[in-house]
DNA sequence: AATAAATACGACATATTTAATCGTATTTAA
DNA sequence: TTAAATACGATTAAATATGTCGTATTTATT
């Protein structure tokens, strides 16, 4: 429980690379892979869908790459797990209207309170913060 | 990502139906499973899990069952899902004291920084506040 | 115009983890 | 002696996460 995805790490590891480049300059799929030692194909998925998201900007051909588009310090990690995962909650059932998982469930108000506290913290903190 | 597991599901639900009751009083996994719809051999398991933990009482023979041994107050959530699920951390390599899952990493620090915050989180929660 | 190197993306395959079940043994009140 | 409960390892099934494949598109370079 609570383990962060690959596709996560590998965004956090992206971001965290491009970021002690100068702001104009391109990073290809390529170098990051190489670099860290990880599946290109499957990280070029993640860096694409972060340029869907508008977090990173993609420029195409030879010598393409991508370079940061968003301002990190204003996006939560909340808002970033979101964009990579869907909705964070520790149940499923905890953005559903009707809890049907489990009849006369006890433990939905519970739930909700750590779910709560959980939001709230990764509200609080900016991406900015975590990849500087 | 940041799932909470069954197992931990019915650990709450068991636990929050038995604080409905008296303290002296036991209840039987089968009446946890029927009243929540829950599968009796999964609950069990999950039990038996808590009493060795010493969170719960276990009762052998007819008319036994289960009754809340610990003090929920002083338990924090940190320390019932690691009863439960083992070491919580974010990343595998967490309590690893080297990194190899990938050369040259370079979110380690930030990671732990995350991680930190979570487990500060659930260490402050305690697990009477949480099923009261 | 042709080539090559990059991104874009859906579909598929594999691996890992979680959830559930099975089978059998033990305990103990009735 | 029986029945109803806990105890627990082994196995199966389901769900999820991870990785790969194939093909299309873009565009700088030659
Ligand atoms: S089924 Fe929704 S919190 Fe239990
Ligand atoms: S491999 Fe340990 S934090 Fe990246």
New interface residues.
Partial sequence: ?????RK??YA??AL??MQSKNVDELTSTKEIAN????PQQLLAKTLQQMARDRILEAVQGPAGGYRILAKLDRIS?KDF?EKL?GP?????CYFESDCIQ??????RV??Q??ND??RN?FTQ?TLQ???Q
Avoid: W
């Fill in positions: 429980m609570l383990k962060i995805t996560v790490e956090l590891i965290r690379h670099q860290y030692g990880i990690l797990f995962e964070l909650g520790m149940m499923d489990i009849s006369a469930c006890n433990i519970p739930i309170r750590i506290n959980l913290m903190m913060e975590v990849t």
